[in-house]
């Protein structure tokens, strides 16, 4: 089974730019988050699909970060304009809908570096 | 919203020497869940604890929760190289999301 795959691996943006972050969860995993790492802090939640449904997205820092998942599938993270505040790994997971259990599984990360 | 503090932040051993690592919260946690991070990698899930005063063991890891449900801890006897890495302790709140401690990284000298 293909675990969680994230694109790209890395980007190096200038401040003022856009970048959009791509992550396709394990097939049949209906629940898919967003979450980021800055250096040396803890990993922060920000947002939560059950499907193509933002579920919870009270982590998302403000406006400039826009996520989507069409027809319930893979999910994008856009960042728009970028701010040097932003660098750090998104980590997308994913998760079956069941009752007894809330693991997730990561995917590989994108290293996001705003200069 | 709810915080997870986690200690130390960081730990050196030798190897075959124990390590532990520990999780607080200020409230009740409904679950908590634990995870290892590898050097330049992603999270991976180990376990989920959910009853009070749970023990549970993989190998020569045991986690535990506290009776009250608001700490939690990870113990790895006689460590080995293949040990290092970040542990993170993560409460489950709201509908499945994760509230993550700081982690702490351990590293293993052989």
């Known amino acids: 089974e293909a675990g969680v795959t994230q694109f790209p691996s890395h980007s190096v943006i200038e401040k003022g730019q856009t970048v959009t972050l791509r992550c396709d969860p394990i097939s049949g995993h209906d629940n898919l988050y967003w979450y980021r790492r800055v250096m040396g802090k803890e990993i922060k939640f920000l947002l939560h699909?059950?499907?193509?449904?933002?579920?919870?997205e009270s982590g998302m820092p403000n406006n400039r970060f826009l996520a989507e998942r069409t027809g319930g599938t893979y999910s994008t993270l856009k960042v728009q304009p970028a701010e040097l505040e932003d660098s750090g790994v998104y980590f997308c997971?994913?998760?079956?809908?069941?009752?007894?259990?809330?693991?997730?599984?990561f995917g590989p990360g994108t290293r996001l570096t705003v200069t | 919203g709810q915080q997870v503090m986690q200690i130390p932040q960081y730990q050196h051993v030798q190897e075959g020497e124990d390590f532990t690592t520990y999780c607080n919260s200020s409230t009740t946690l409904s679950n908590i869940q634990w995870y290892k991070q590898r050097p330049g990698g992603h999270p991976v899930f180990l376990i989920q604890?959910?009853?009070?005063?749970e023990v549970k063991k993989q190998k020569r890891l045991t986690f535990q929760f506290g009776e009250a449900k608001k700490n939690s801890s990870l113990h790895i006897t006689a460590t080995q190289t293949t040990d290092v890495g970040t542990y993170f302790c993560a409460a489950v709140s709201g509908y499945s999301t994760l509230t993550f401690g700081k982690g702490t990284m351990l590293l293993v000298s052989p």
């Open positions: 604890l959910v009853k009070s005063g």
């Open positions: 699909f059950v499907k193509e449904s933002k579920q919870d």
């Open positions: 997971a994913s998760s079956p809908i069941r009752l007894s259990s809330y693991e997730q599984y």
